[in-house]
T-cell receptor
């Protein structure tokens, strides 16, 4: 069974701090890894990673994948209170079809204090 | 574009009743996904459609759950009969591509409470 483990489960920081969120996975046939941000309601897509060592960047957020060690990190620099959310990691198992299965981690709750 | 539209936003029902959740994907998107989120189990993919065809429903918990997509602009998720353990937030998402190659846009969710 595919497994995604995120750490830490929760994190409290002050504005301006830099945070690193971790996601490790076990999947039989890796296709891609996805990061989402969920505030009060629905998740919003952040990144999709398929290749090892290539950093994806969007403003103060960046993410990188290590397919050898089976993990990904999400970095947020100069955090702001608006970054407070649950960050979800998910992996796609290509499986036996061309579409794959998706498994989510339990999420990291990030709280940024002013 | 209005984004993914789900209805109802909240549903309270009694055990044994039929529940139907509705979703209108973003126009032009060809993939649609149904998710369930609970505190205990987190976010789970239930089923997804590509070009209106169900691709993988292995995430559907049991036979009480069924999903349809009669056309490109509408999908339903039905629970019959409902049970208290079905209480959760149900999200619909759509994308322009397949599961692992396109950005998924989530709807606001339907919060279901089964008494």
């Amino acid at each position: 069974e595919d497994k995604v483990v995120q750490s830490p489960l929760s994190l409290v920081v002050h504005e301006g701090d830099t945070v690193t969120l971790n996601c490790s996975y076990e999947v039989t046939n890796f296709r891609s890894l996805l990061w989402y941000k969920q505030e009060k309601k629905a998740p919003t897509f952040l990144f999709m990673l398929t290749s090892s060592g290539i950093e994806k960047k969007s403003g103060r957020l960046s993410s990188i994948l290590d397919k050898k060690e089976l993990f990904s990190i999400l970095n947020i620099t100069a955090t702001q209170t608006g970054d407070s959310a649950v960050y979800l990691c998910a992996v796609v198992n290509a499986g036996g079809t061309s579409y794959g299965k998706l498994t989510f981690g339990q999420g990291t709750i990030l709280t940024v204090h002013p | 574009d209005a984004g993914v539209i789900q209805s109802p936003r909240h549903e309270v029902t009694e055990m044994g009743q039929e529940v139907t959740l509705r979703c209108k994907p973003i126009s032009g998107h060809n993939s649609l996904f149904w998710y369930r989120q609970t505190m205990m189990r987190g976010l789970e993919l239930l089923i997804y459609f590509n070009n209106n065809v169900p691709i993988d429903d292995s995430g559907m918990p049991e036979d009480r759950f069924s999903a349809k997509m009669p056309n490109a602009s509408f999908s339903t998720l039905k629970i019959q009969p409902s049970e208290p353990r079905d209480s959760a937030v149900y999200f619909c998402a759509s994308s322009f591509s397949t599961l692992y190659s396109g950005t998924q846009y989530f709807g606001p969710g339907t919060r279901l409470l089964v008494l």
